[in-house]
């Protein structure tokens, strides 16, 4: 994957997860999935999954702890500060705005790759979410 670039899909997957977090912070992967859907119908394939959680935590926005994605607090700071700014108008320019001033380069992709998203087993979480909930 060589696009480093914010896509429309990392924007609604950022959405599923500040709202599936619910202000603790964090969630499993079903609930977001289950919360973009219920959001809009965004069901996401495992590949956008994959090339979202890459660059989300290779950007320093999102963690992944005991199995639940977290959202780094500087970054739900920086979220709410503008919210409350700016209000809930136009929240996907917000996240999109907020998300293209966080940096992502080769390594940052790699480290996220090796580290984190490795431990992570995604497919995993993926499948349990598709014999579950899908269709």
């Not at 780094?72 to 998300?99: K, R, S, V």
């Amino acid at each position: 994957m060589k696009n480093y670039n914010w896509q429309q899909t990392d924007t609604q997957f950022l959405e599923a997860l500040l709202l599936a977090t619910g202000g603790d912070g964090s969630a499993p992967l079903q609930e977001v999935l289950l919360m973009a859907d219920a959001l809009d119908g965004t069901i996401f394939t495992l590949k956008e999954v994959e090339e979202n959680l890459l660059k989300l935590v290779a950007a320093e926005v999102v963690s992944i702890n005991k199995n639940k994605l977290s959202l780094n607090p500087e970054f739900l700071q920086q979220y709410e500060a503008l919210t409350l700014q700016e209000g809930l108008t136009e929240n996907d320019n917000l996240l999109m705005n907020l998300l293209q001033q966080q940096t992502i380069t080769e390594e940052t992709i790699k480290a996220a790759k090796d580290g984190e998203l490795k431990k992570y087993k995604l497919q995993n979480h993926y499948q349990a979410y598709q014999e579950q909930f899908g269709s």
